[in-house]
């Protein structure tokens, strides 16, 4: 099996992560793409909406979009996330038999020799990267794949940004996202 693995703050979910998901799981024929909220960032201070408010959002955004499954294996504790940790939880959890495909943006590709273990994790996966406007992935690798996809111009900063000032945001999240938003007084 060819099981993607796509980890982000989510912080909310919006429209441009699905239009990933689905993207990446129709151009590298994956047979399931794992959705994973960050727990506790290693890299930067927690300042997210409580894990299980966003575990409920992606799962609510993403139901309805076949071969995607939304797990809580980094929210439901209180640890700081590392991905190699992960990776090699989900690999437990399905067996080294299956490929694993580490979904992440350009952005984060740019910083990709700073994380814990990156070596290990182009041993243990292929590394997908989604071109992100402003930057270059610095790394050439066997394990590296880089997507020419299309550009998907929308940030859970933006959004939470349009909350705050009371704008509307339909346009820029999954309904049952903003009904979650709305009626948990989120980002606020």
Request: proline letters at 3%; one cysteine or more.
């Amino acid at each position: 099996m060819k099981i993607g693995i796509y980890g982000g703050s989510f912080d909310p979910v919006h429209n441009g992560h699905l239009n990933i998901v689905k993207y990446v799981l129709n151009q590298l024929n994956l047979d399931k793409i794992i959705v994973i909220p960050v727990g506790r960032p290693s890299h930067r201070a927690n300042n997210l909406e409580a894990g299980t408010l966003r575990t409920e959002m992606c799962r609510a955004a993403f139901e309805n979009i076949s071969g995607v499954e939304v797990s809580g294996i980094e929210t439901d504790k209180d640890k700081t996330s590392y991905t190699i940790n992960t990776l090699k939880k989900i690999i437990e959890i399905y067996g080294n038999k299956n490929e694993f495909y580490e979904i992440i943006g350009e952005d984060s590709a740019y910083h990709f020799k700073e994380w814990k273990n990156y070596e290990e994790i182009l041993e243990l996966s292929k590394v997908v990267v989604l071109r992100r406007k402003g930057y270059t992935g610095e790394i050439q690798h066997k394990n590296m794949i880089y997507l020419e996809s299309p550009f998907f111009d929308v940030s859970s900063t933006e959004i939470r940004e349009k909350i705050k000032n009371k704008i509307d945001i339909s346009t820029l999240v999954p309904e049952k996202v903003k009904k979650i938003i709305e009626e948990k007084n989120l980002y606020r």
